[in-house]
């Protein structure tokens, strides 16, 4: 983790050392959680991780906006992005620095 950036990688070697899973079960029981959040957001579901924080999916409608470079005005078409609030408890811990 020096690059400052937590990977798969990263999640499944932490589980087979603090669970003992071998190195493929770990990575299987990463890719079967991503699976399943990325396949509740897909059917527009909210994903809610206790102490970490939600997952949501929001609608955004038509708008216009702004080429910087010219300043024309150009329609953004209407789109669904995915958003995250973190927990409280992940604020306070962040915060902290812990």
Known sequence: ???GTLTRADLS????RKLGLSKSEAAD????ILGCMC???SEGEQVKLSGFG???LRDKGERV????K??????ITPRRVMTFRAS??????????A
Request: charged share 20%; proline share 5%; aromatic share 2%.
């Open 54 to 56: 939600t997952f949501l």
């Open 70 to 75: 010219t300043g024309v005005e150009v329609p």
């Open 39 to 41: 396949h509740a957001l």
């Open 65 to 68: 906006g702004r080429n910087p």
């Open 29 to 32: 029981l990463v890719e079967q």
């Open 88 to 97: 409280q408890v992940m604020r306070e811990r962040i915060a902290k620095g």
């Open 1 to 3: 983790m020096s690059t």
């Open 13 to 16: 070697d932490s589980i087979h």
